[in-house]
């Protein structure tokens, strides 16, 4: 049996999880509300209690290799929902280069970084942007696959060059620098 699908998903007093007959299961919490669609044919979702705490169980319906990987995608699917209604994610993103900057404006992200206008980026619902400082960007929000997505758009238009270090990455991300090519001498 899947490690990570076997494992229940503790549910928090905050937070409520509604089974639908279709295969939706919708959590909602103090954050927001998230659904998911579950394969229902091969994957049955219960609530139960384990040790006097209300949670989700996973259980799938034979051992087919198909089967096997659902079962730990939707664990893992559900208890992301639950996290993100009660804590969230955020991405942090760093710009370096001369004069690269970012700011939020309205419902639009404006960076200037190094191209001869400055770059709108459109801010989607459902996540909120903020700029502590001029060089950094939070991404935050309650769904985790759109918050990264959303960083990975944001990383995408000036992705970081090698030599210098110049453009947008992930604040924990390690840049591999090269060494600038040099001038031969000829005699």
Not at 5 to 10: H, L, S, V
Not at 99 to 116: D, P, T
Not at 124 to 147: F, S, Y
Request: with cysteine; aromatic share 6%.
């Amino acid at each position: 049996m899947s490690r990570i699908g076997r494992a229940p998903i503790m549910i928090p007093e905050n937070v409520t999880a509604d089974i639908t007959v279709d295969g939706n299961v919708i959590v909602t919490g103090p954050k927001g509300t998230l659904r998911e669609w579950v394969d229902m044919s091969v994957i049955t979702v219960n609530k139960t209690e384990v040790d006097g705490k209300n949670c989700l169980v996973l259980t799938r319906a034979n051992d087919q290799k198909e089967v096997r990987s659902k079962h730990g995608l939707y664990r893992a699917l559900l208890a992301n929902m639950v996290k993100g209604v009660t804590e969230g994610y955020s991405k942090t993103l760093l710009i370096s280069g001369v004069g690269y900057k970012a700011q939020v404006n309205g419902n639009k992200l404006v960076m200037n970084i190094g191209f001869s206008h400055p770059v709108n980026f459109e801010i989607p619902t459902g996540i909120e942007i903020t700029t502590p400082n001029a060089t950094e960007i939070c991404v935050k929000g309650i769904d985790k696959e759109l918050v990264g997505q959303v960083a990975a758009d944001i990383k995408a238009v000036k992705p970081v060059e090698p030599y210098h270090g110049y453009g947008i990455r992930y604040k924990d991300q390690f840049v591999l620098r090269k060494e600038v090519k040099k001038a031969s001498k000829k005699k």
